[in-house]
């Protein structure tokens, strides 16, 4: 895929290798923003990056050829990514594991665009694919997000945090990924 500009100059292009630092400084960077008070602090403050870091090198050192990660650039700086999997479930579809958009760079867009790109990359690979993904019921800004783009919370389980306790998880679908890459 080439790399596609907007109008407000951010760059959105396929994730290499080389990104992945990145893209696990700012994954741990959101959640020490978004889930404060959510996870301990102790893992906030202390283990989120090198945990991510490990989750990025093994998902960058053995892909999946269902895995597509974006990244959003603003010139050279990374300012947002998604991780979607296609065929994730056969209930569901596609799964939408990541969505974060650096803290300075949140209310231009830039989530939209990234779900978006990861919607129509989904859609021409399989035109027909549900999408989901989990959030944190805790997370209020990120489901008024979802729900604004027409997804649907279907259901709610309790699951481990990293570093410990448990939370309330949302699973938010959309019939089609297709509707949501137009």
């Known amino acids: 895929m080439e790399p596609v500009k907007t109008n407000d100059m951010i760059t959105y292009l396929p994730a290499q290798p ?12 959101s959640w020490q ?14 283990q989120v990056i090198e945990d991510r870091m490990e989750v990025w090198k093994r998902r960058f050192e053995n892909p999946s050829r269902d895995q597509y990660v ?18 994730h479930s056969s209930q569901y579809g596609a799964l939408l594991d990541n969505l974060h958009v650096h803290p300075e760079w949140q209310g231009k867009g ?5 779900m978006k790109n990861c919607c129509d990359w989904v859609a021409r690979q399989d035109p027909q694919s549900k999408l989901y993904l989990w959030v944190l019921e805790e997370n209020r800004t990120a489901r008024v997000f979802y729900k604004a783009l027409g997804g649907s919370e279907v259901e709610k389980i309790e699951e481990h945090n990293p ?20």
């Open 18 to 29: 080389e990104h992945m630092e990145g893209i696990a400084r700012l994954h741990a960077l």
């Open 33 to 46: 923003t978004h889930y404060r008070g959510i996870f301990y602090d102790d893992y906030l403050d202390h």
């Open 70 to 87: 974006v990244l959003a650039l603003d010139d050279l700086l990374l300012c947002g990514f998604g991780c979607v999997f296609l065929n």
């Open 110 to 114: 830039i989530g939209k665009a990234l």
């Open 163 to 182: 570093g410990g306790g448990t939370s309330e998880i949302l699973r938010i679908i959309w019939e089609k990924a297709a509707l949501l890459a137009n």
